[in-house]
């Protein structure tokens, strides 16, 4: 009886960090990539500190590929950003987005993602506001990243922070009943870039955000941590978005109980009304106002 007891215990205490890391994914607010930066190429830390404080964010997805003084730069970043009790992610750039394809690696460890993905968990036991990690592109890379391989990978990082979180970029065509069996287990959330696949794919109606994630949680079960990602930035294939757009797309993101993220980082000069966007939905939230209506379009 004993014994049963204290598995029971165990099991609960399990549950209860399950829980602190799947809030930390739905409660995210947070932007992508496109760090201010300084002459030299290396990123401007503080400055970015800076914004990120300024748009009331509470996270921030640190991408390393830009530059291969990337891995680098989230070392200075990092204690910045736990002073500031800002969450960060790091995030990858797969096979597709590597050479030949590309110019740049994820540097320095390139497309060995076992390496990557200790020397993460290694990082974030140092540093412990790295909460997790997450690939771009995931589900067109899956046959690079069996599930085989997944498993080994993140059973690596497991095995130093049991914690450490894995939430890579995967979109709405791709959550198939094949993908969901093979993968979908091995995963902490998803990153879910919107769009509007479910109606032809554009970055111009965003009234179908609540719709796609109630689709995917109907699959992956009700209570499933997403984090929607809104496109402020162009897409190669689908274009620019408008500043009213950004604005309703990233609203009904929040109102479909997930966690928002912005791509890419906004800068507050070149972009100066979708930064303002960011900085007022976020302020508004970060202190509890709850659920808004969209906009009208104007």
């Known amino acids: 009886m004993k ?7 165990i099991a609960a205490a399990f549950c209860a960090r399950a829980a602190d890391r799947h809030d930390a994914i739905r409660q995210n607010l947070g932007t992508y990539s496109n760090a201010p930066r300084m002459a030299n190429g290396r ?4 400055e970015l500190i800076n914004q990120l404080l300024d748009q009331h964010a509470n996270s921030y997805s640190f991408a390393i590929h830009r530059a291969a003084t990337d891995w680098d730069d989230l070392k200075v970043f990092l204690p910045l950003a736990r002073e500031k009790h800002l969450r960060v992610w790091a995030s990858l ?9 590309t110019q740049a690696y994820s540097e320095p460890f390139r497309m060995d993602y076992e390496r990557w993905a200790v020397e993460f968990a290694k990082l974030s036991l140092q540093e412990p506001n790295l909460i997790g990690w997450s690939i771009d592109d995931f589900p067109y890379n899956v046959k690079f990243f069996t599930p085989e391989k997944m498993k080994g990978i993140l059973d690596g990082a ?5 914690n450490f979180m894995f939430v890579p970029c995967v979109y709405f065509k791709q959550i198939t009943p094949a993908f969901i069996t093979n993968y ?6 998803i990153l879910f870039p919107y769009r509007d696949e479910s109606h032809g794919g554009n970055l111009k109606d965003p009234s179908h955000v609540e719709e796609e994630v109630q689709s995917i949680r109907s699959r992956l079960g009700k ?3 997403i984090v929607v990602d809104i496109y402020f930035t162009a897409h190669s294939r689908l274009g620019a978005s408008t500043a009213d ?3 309703r797309a990233t609203i009904a993101a929040h109102n479909s109980n997930s966690g928002v993220q912005v791509y890419t980082h906004q800068d507050p000069v070149k972009n100066a009304e979708k930064y303002q966007i960011v900085k007022k939905l976020f302020a508004q939230w970060s202190k509890g106002s709850g659920a808004l209506a969209s906009p009208r379009s104007k």
Do not use: M, Q
């Open 3 to 9: 014994k049963f007891f204290c598995i029971a215990l």
């Open 43 to 46: 990123i401007d830390c503080n």
């Open 93 to 101: 750039v797969p096979p597709s987005e590597s050479p030949p394809r």
């Open 158 to 162: 497991h095995s130093i922070n049991p």
């Open 184 to 189: 979908i287990p091995l995963f902490d959330g």
């Open 223 to 225: 209570n499933y941590p």
């Open 245 to 247: 757009y950004c604005e």
